[in-house]
């Protein structure tokens, strides 16, 4: 393939499959709860980017997916964006260093983007009187987080297709 169609090639794929996950996530979360956990698979999907796509797709996958995320929840005022787009780029800075395309390094970047992204989304909540209890983190975020890394399993063969299929 050439660089044009490459690049076209890995935009499109990439967002149909963002755009379908997120239409998946939005309809079908909450008849997904297993025990009380909602199902979020954005942050597997961010760190597939980084992983995959390099630091600077990935940076572009994070902001897109936040701002998807931060639209739908309607109460974030830009948190997802910025802190996916963040995190992103850490994942894709050390991908490039220690590991690649490979499914354990990605199902933990996205576990890791989880928990990081609620562990800070908690702290901001604490400076900010009447939000939830920190206690959250272990009681529901670690286990929820999870619970989501099971969902990214079908996900993982699509985007390493597109990958793969990109670089053909």
Same mark, same amino acid.
């Given at each position: 393939?050439?660089?044009? =169609?490459?690049?076209? &090639?890995?935009?499109?794929?990439? #967002?149909?499959?963002? @755009? ?5 996530? !939005? ?5 997904? =709860?297993?025990?009380? &956990?909602?199902? *979020? ?6 760190? @597939? #980017?980084? /992983?995959?796509? =390099?630091?600077?797709? #990935?940076? #572009?996958?994070? +902001?897109?997916? !936040? /701002?998807? +995320?931060?639209?739908? *929840?309607?109460?974030? $005022? %830009? ?8 995190? $992103? ?5 050390? $991908? ?5 395309? =490979? ?8 576990? %890791?983007?989880?928990?990081?992204? +609620? ?10 009187? !009447? ?13 929820? !987080?999870? &619970? ?13 297709? /597109?990958?793969?299929? @990109?670089?053909?």
């Amino acid at each position: 393939m050439g660089d044009i =169609r490459r690049i076209l &090639y890995k935009i499109v794929a990439l #967002g149909l499959l963002i @755009a379908v996950t997120f239409a998946f996530w !939005g309809v079908a979360a909450e008849s997904l =709860r297993l025990w009380g &956990y909602r199902v *979020n698979v954005m942050p597997f999907l961010v760190a @597939a #980017g980084s /992983i995959f796509f =390099r630091k600077e797709w #990935g940076a #572009g996958l994070g +902001c897109f997916i !936040g /701002i998807l +995320c931060d639209t739908a *929840n309607g109460k974030t $005022a %830009g948190y997802y964006t910025v802190m996916y787009m963040i995190l $992103a780029i850490l994942v894709g800075l050390i $991908a490039e260093r220690y590991y690649r395309t =490979r499914f354990v390094p990605v199902l933990l970047s996205g576990y %890791g983007i989880y928990l990081v992204s +609620c562990l800070v989304r908690l702290l901001l909540d604490l400076v900010i009187p !009447g939000q939830e209890e920190f206690s959250l983190f272990f009681t529901y975020f670690v286990p929820a !987080g999870l &619970y989501s890394a099971l969902w990214f399993l079908p996900l993982f063969p699509v985007i390493n297709y /597109i990958y793969h299929r @990109a670089e053909d």
